[in-house]
């Protein structure tokens, strides 16, 4: 049994071998630390959240009035920088990178921000001081697949939907960052006295590799308090670890030859071509492809029937002439929902939905049907790993530990497939690990094959349910939502919070509203954008402005704030 510590990146562009489509490979949305495992949980109640200070009130609704159309014009300037990994290339030497943090400067001079680039990290800041907030945030996206959006994923597109920002990178993570920046806009306007520099730290590769951000870390001191706009609200105080299963189903001998009435020498009446499926390790696939030869048109015919009764799936079946063959090769399409794989069930899996289509049918041995009943019998339709031997398991706070087939790729040895975990506490890496072989080795026994390159990642998770500024998080999150005692959440993505001190998420996303972001359809409402300006802004002053201020401001006594963001006036 061997425990892998780390990963090799998956790389930039994969053709499937065995198909027009073109799928890129990248490793993850982040690469987990190395945490220590806990079994404590977030059950001690918490305190209902007191009021905010009239100035944080104040200030958050100066920044709506009077940046709020201007933070979207900022938005549309960012989301163009295909800010994607891209094998050979660093965010030091890839020009789309250069260009974005070229843009970040401007934008950050223009704001009045101190503006510096480290490499990997570009820091913008408010005040000065050794006391810090921490906002931490990051610049690079996920690919997108133009085919299927409306307009360019690469554009700040305002018009297919009236109310939405769609782009890549709108709620991931392009659209906090703006917000971040006038947030601390609004605060520099007003002359606030800070006791804390704000300090948005902006990391270019987290979606790909976390080494260069733990490497500018050994030098750098961050903040004491921090902040990572990454996730969703009220607060995030745990987060699952980023887990990953790879391997590769081998190249099987050439498929007998089919007789005159299609039959093949192995008794099978069809053969499974081609399989495959997905775009990245952290994103459930939206589109998944089977190619098939030697099925009869009564077959084809029940294929279509059941596939029409996959909720949220769409399909479509494309048969080519043989000639001395009743039915030709048949291309089956598979289109589901793609969604960020830390939350599964609010995707449908094309790869998964296509497997279990073509559960039944008796195909002859070959690469691409072993492929198919791997993803049958181990994973299925189900979202926690409850086919995959006894590695399914749940945590109180944290909830179950989610399992999603995200790639099928072919490739020079075979078919590689990635299994994309979240895992809450309550195993060990070495439980998981042995969980893992015992499974895999019962497949392999059960189909005389022998699997390659097994591979396992298990990424610790996170607890931070005692960071000081948890209460005031809560606090500002209540009073914009009029949410009377809000309380923490756990979420399965894995943000860089794994690697600050006294680290929460808070926001951009909402809690009970899907996240967007890794999807195929990524947004963020103009609502929400205008809230998360208030909410950071307000945040920002409690945490960061002198207590004389906020003392003195109380004691002017400025009124009773009202609640609801879009009904406020301005300042």
Same mark, same amino acid.
Request: no cysteine.
């Given at each position: 049994m061997t425990l892998k510590l780390s990963l090799k990146t998956a790389g930039a562009i994969s053709l499937l071998l065995c198909s027009g489509l073109t799928f890129a490979a990248s490793q993850a949305d982040s690469q987990p630390s190395a945490q220590a495992d806990s079994a404590v949980s977030a059950k001690a109640p918490l305190q209902a959240a007191p009021k905010i200070s009239s100035l944080a009130d104040r200030v958050a609704q100066y920044a709506l009035n009077t940046y709020g159309d201007e933070t979207i014009s900022a938005l549309s300037t960012l989301i163009p920088y295909k800010t994607v990994e891209t094998e050979g290339m660093t965010p030091l030497t890839h020009p789309e990178f250069v260009g974005f943090k070229a843009q970040l400067k401007s934008l950050s001079q223009s704001l009045g921000l101190d503006y510096s680039d480290q490499g990997y990290v570009v820091l913008i800041g408010?005040?000065?001081? $050794? =006391?810090?907030?921490?906002?931490?945030? &990051?610049?690079?996206?996920?690919?997108?697949?133009?085919? %299927?959006? #409306?307009?360019?994923?690469?554009?700040?597109?305002? #018009?297919? #939907?009236?109310? %939405?920002? /769609?782009?890549r990178g709108t709620e991931d993570d392009k659209g906090p960052i703006v917000t971040a920046m006038y947030a601390m806009k609004a605060i520099k306007d007003k002359g606030l006295a800070l006791n804390r520099r704000i300090e948005l730290l902006v990391y270019l590769a987290e979606e790909s590799d976390w080494a260069p951000l733990k490497a500018f870390l050994t030098d750098f001191t961050p903040a004491d308090i921090n902040i990572t706009i990454d996730a969703e609200y009220p607060v995030v105080t745990a987060e699952k670890g980023w887990s990953e299963i790879r391997l590769t189903i081998p190249k099987m001998p050439k498929m007998p030859?089919?007789?005159?009435?299609?039959?093949?020498?192995?008794?099978?009446?069809a053969s499974l071509e081609c399989f495959s499926g997905g775009a990245f390790a952290s994103q459930v696939p939206q589109q998944a492809m089977a190619k /098939?030869?030697?099925?009869?048109?009564?077959?084809i015919a029940?294929?279509?029937?059941?596939?029409?009764? =996959?909720?949220?799936?769409?399909y479509q079946f494309e048969q080519a002439s043989s000639a001395g063959q009743d039915s030709g090769q048949l291309t089956i399409t598979a289109e589901g929902k793609s969604t960020h794989s830390s939350t599964p069930e609010a995707g449908v899996n094309a790869v998964t939905h296509l497997a279990a289509l073509l559960k039944g049918i008796h195909f002859s041995r070959s690469e691409a049907a072993l492929t198919a009943q791997f993803i049958q019998q181990m994973v299925g339709l189900g979202l926690y790993g409850e086919q995959f031997g006894d590695i399914a398991y749940e945590d109180d706070f944290m909830g179950p530990m989610t399992l999603a087939a995200t790639l099928v790729k072919p490739n020079d040895q075979g078919t590689e497939i990635v299994l994309n975990l979240r895992r809450p506490v309550g195993k060990t890496p070495e439980q998981l690990d042995q969980e893992t072989h015992q499974a895999l080795e019962s497949w392999q026994a059960q189909q005389s094959v022998s699997l390659k390159g097994v591979e396992t990642y298990w990424g610790e998770p996170k607890l931070m349910d005692k960071a000081p500024h948890l209460q005031t998080l809560l606090s500002v999150f209540g009073h914009f939502t009029d949410t009377p005692s809000p309380r923490p959440v756990a979420i399965g993505g894995s943000t860089n919070s794994k690697l600050f001190p006294n680290a929460l998420s808070f926001g951009p996303a909402m809690?009970?509203?899907?996240?967007?972001? &890794?999807? $195929? &359809?990524? %947004? /963020?409402?103009?609502? #929400?954008f205008m809230l998360n300006l208030q909410m950071y802004t307000a945040a920002f002053v409690e945490l960061a402005a002198s207590t004389e201020e906020l003392s003195e401001q109380a004691k002017q006594g400025t009124g009773q704030a009202t609640k609801t963001g879009a009904q406020r006036t301005g300042d």
């Open positions: 408010l005040g000065e001081g $050794e =006391q810090k907030l921490g906002v931490i945030t &990051h610049g690079d996206v996920q690919p997108a697949d133009a085919s %299927f959006w #409306q307009q360019d994923p690469f554009t700040l597109d305002s #018009q297919s #939907q009236p109310g %939405f920002l /769609i782009g030859k089919m007789r005159k009435n299609g039959e093949a020498a192995s008794g099978a009446s /098939i030869s030697g099925l009869d048109k009564k077959t029940a294929l279509k029937e059941k596939a029409s009764k =996959q909720p949220g799936m769409k809690p009970g509203v899907e996240y967007t972001g &890794h999807s $195929e &359809h990524e %947004f /963020i409402t103009k609502e #929400q």
